[in-house]
């Protein structure tokens, strides 16, 4: 099974910007950028939202190009699309993810600060 993904030159910067106007997806965004490269089952993602949520805010960020989902036999693994993003609008992912860092309302993994990529 193949999910649609926009090709690099389909992703639009407001529906990048809309996209990351929500708490949660903007921390698992930063979650992927503190992993960065390695693919990550959903399950990793499950201190941010409840499955049904979760699978609403991954499949919003897959849809504006932010992220990468692989179907792996039942799993999918999700990987940010830094490099489409980076070559479309350079500097954007890092500015936001930095401005992310210092939120505190945002939603972290286990009770700890996300770790953000400098």
């Known amino acids: 099974m193949t999910?649609?993904?926009p090709t690099a030159d389909q992703i639009?910067?407001?529906n990048v910007l809309a996209v990351l106007g929500d708490p949660t997806r903007l921390a698992i965004?930063?979650?992927l950028a503190s992993k960065e490269g390695v693919p990550l089952n959903?399950?990793?993602?499950?201190d941010f939202a409840s499955k049904t949520n979760l699978s609403y805010h991954l499949?919003?960020?897959?849809?504006?190009?932010?992220t990468r989902t692989e179907a792996v036999g039942t799993s999918r693994l999700?990987?940010?699309r830094r490099d489409d993003l980076d070559r479309r609008f350079p500097g954007l992912l890092d500015s936001v993810i930095a401005a992310a860092g210092?939120?505190?309302s945002l939603?972290?993994?286990g009770g700890h600060e996300i770790e953000v990529r400098a």
């Open 3 to 5: 999910l649609p993904h």
């Open 12 to 14: 639009s910067l407001a």
């Open 29 to 31: 965004v930063g979650y």
């Open 42 to 46: 959903c399950s990793r993602f499950l």
């Open 59 to 66: 499949a919003k960020l897959r849809e504006a190009g932010v």
């Open 78 to 80: 999700i990987t940010l």
């Open 102 to 104: 210092d939120d505190a």
């Open 107 to 109: 939603p972290a993994v």
